[in-house]
């Protein structure tokens, strides 16, 4: 990522994690509300994580939802654009709470929605050791192996990190997300 690129990232998460959820309103003056914040935090972590390249692989980053999706039409108005500098182009899938592993693999970024808070631990296994980034907004996810918990605290939101998922899937975390998450889990070395 070129300096312009990181600082103007930089400079989006800031304000994203110093606004309330009700000050961050649409161009018609509505609230956002806190699933245009989250769409917002999902496409930056795309460009914040270093996603191994594959031979032969398109230059998509695939940002899968996988049950009920929360975030309505927010993603419609940046699907196509570039993530980062990365080259890759961001592409949405919606999933159904069967997908295959095969499937879930294939995302750079896989959201876990609410709806699917029961089979958490299913989904994980599914992609434990593939660079997919997990994120959900479920209590208990990065404890089960989930690598980002995004949560709300005091009206923002903000976001939990277990930093031995992000090691097992063989991927790199900006410090940027580290350094700002309200809490990062690590196992203790003995």
């Not at 958490?120 to 404890?143: A, I, M, N, Q």
Request: glycine share 8%; aromatic share 6%; with cysteine.
């Amino acid at each position: 990522m070129n300096r312009c690129g990181a600082l103007l990232g930089l400079v989006l998460v800031a304000k994203l994690l110093l606004a309330p959820l009700d000050v961050l309103a649409d161009s018609k003056g509505q609230p956002a509300g806190e699933y245009r914040v989250k769409a917002a935090f999902l496409y930056k972590f795309l460009d914040f994580v270093g996603l191994p390249e594959k031979a032969g692989e398109e230059k998509v980053a695939s940002l899968c939802i996988l049950g009920k999706d929360p975030f309505g039409s927010f993603f419609e108005a940046v699907e196509g654009r570039p993530v980062g500098s990365s080259g890759r182009v961001l592409k949405v899938h919606r999933l159904a709470r069967d997908a295959s592993a095969q499937e879930l693999r294939k995302c750079a970024l896989l959201f876990v929605a609410r709806s699917e808070s029961e089979s958490v631990r299913d989904v994980l296994e599914k992609v434990r050791k593939y660079p997919v980034l997990t994120v959900s907004e479920t209590s208990g996810f990065v404890e089960a192996g989930g690598i980002i918990n995004l949560v709300v605290r005091n009206r923002k939101v903000r976001w939990e990190v277990n930093y031995d998922a992000v090691e097992e899937a063989g991927l790199r975390l900006s410090s940027q997300i580290l350094r700002n998450a309200v809490r990062v889990l690590r196992r203790q070395e003995d």
